[in-house]
């Protein structure tokens, strides 16, 4: 198990079939001790994720931080530190895609929802578990973006597009501060993800083409080379890899785990 004695933070962790869950999973699976969040009206979700974990013998703890919240964030972060011992690990999967493909259409409460949890919720984990990183002598930090942070796509809205852009700039410039404390700071950035929120979104695509499901979800598989959507446990492969020891030299990499899918222009 390679993150035995580790301590891991995976922040938006509520949804049982969500990419959130089996990152958390993996890094348990590997050896870690998890610490998952959420917000204090879903953290349910994220005890009842909690004790599967520890009914499967894993170490976890479930703690409430809201992203847009830093003293909460800062309360949580200091409550895993208290029940671990350290910290090592943080992955910032909590976020939100809120807005319009419509540049008219957003406001001012579409720029600053994206930005407050996308950005300023990262970063505001990061300033707190920065400090218990550099005592551990490193860490490692992984943000999820999207493949949206790397090019526009049609009809992704505005605000969660620049947010996302603005995730890969701040790990990358995470990734040079933190290089002299030993703490790497990658990003991971996902394509279609086979969750509930993709299945809603091919219910959309299929009322608005006047088609099925079932072809709906074709017309959009065919836009990615390997034909279709990863699974969350395939992106938690990638987060486990970036936040474990045999990763120990990558740092400040936007890594598309997409399926070979462009990242737009």
Not at 146 to 173: D, E, H, R
Request: aromatic share 4%.
């Amino acid at each position: 198990m390679t993150l035995e004695g580790k301590v891991a933070i995976i922040t938006g962790v509520t949804k049982p079939k969500g990419a959130g869950k089996a990152i958390a999973q993996r890094l348990a699976e590997q050896g870690a001790s998890v610490a998952i969040t959420g917000r204090q009206k879903s953290l349910p979700g994220a005890e009842a994720i909690a004790n599967d974990f520890r009914r499967a013998g894993r170490t976890a703890i479930a703690v409430a931080a809201d992203s847009t919240d830093a003293e909460q964030i800062g309360a949580a972060v200091d409550t895993v530190v208290a029940e671990f011992g350290g910290l090592d690990i943080l992955v910032n999967n909590a976020g939100i895609g809120f807005g319009s493909p419509v540049l008219a259409d957003n406001d001012d409460k579409h720029w600053d929802a994206n930005w407050s949890v996308n950005v300023k919720g990262a970063v505001a984990f990061v300033l707190a578990v920065w400090p218990h990183m550099v005592a551990r002598g490193g860490g490692s930090i992984v943000n999820i973006a999207s493949l949206a942070g790397l090019g526009a796509n049609s009809g992704m809205p505005y605000p969660y597009t620049a947010s996302k852009f603005a995730l890969v700039g701040v790990t990358k410039q995470m990734a040079l501060e933190g290089g002299g404390s030993g703490i790497r700071a990658n990003v991971v950035c996902p394509g279609a993800i086979n969750t509930d929120m993709l299945q809603q979104a091919y219910a959309a695509i299929a009322e608005a083409e006047g088609v099925s499901l079932t072809e709906a979800a074709a017309l959009e598989n065919a836009t990615i080379p390997l034909g279709r959507p990863s699974e969350p446990a395939e992106i938690a492969d990638a987060v486990a890899w970036l936040a474990g020891p045999h990763s120990s030299y990558v740092t400040g990499v936007a890594l598309p785990v997409a399926g070979g899918m462009s990242p737009g222009i």
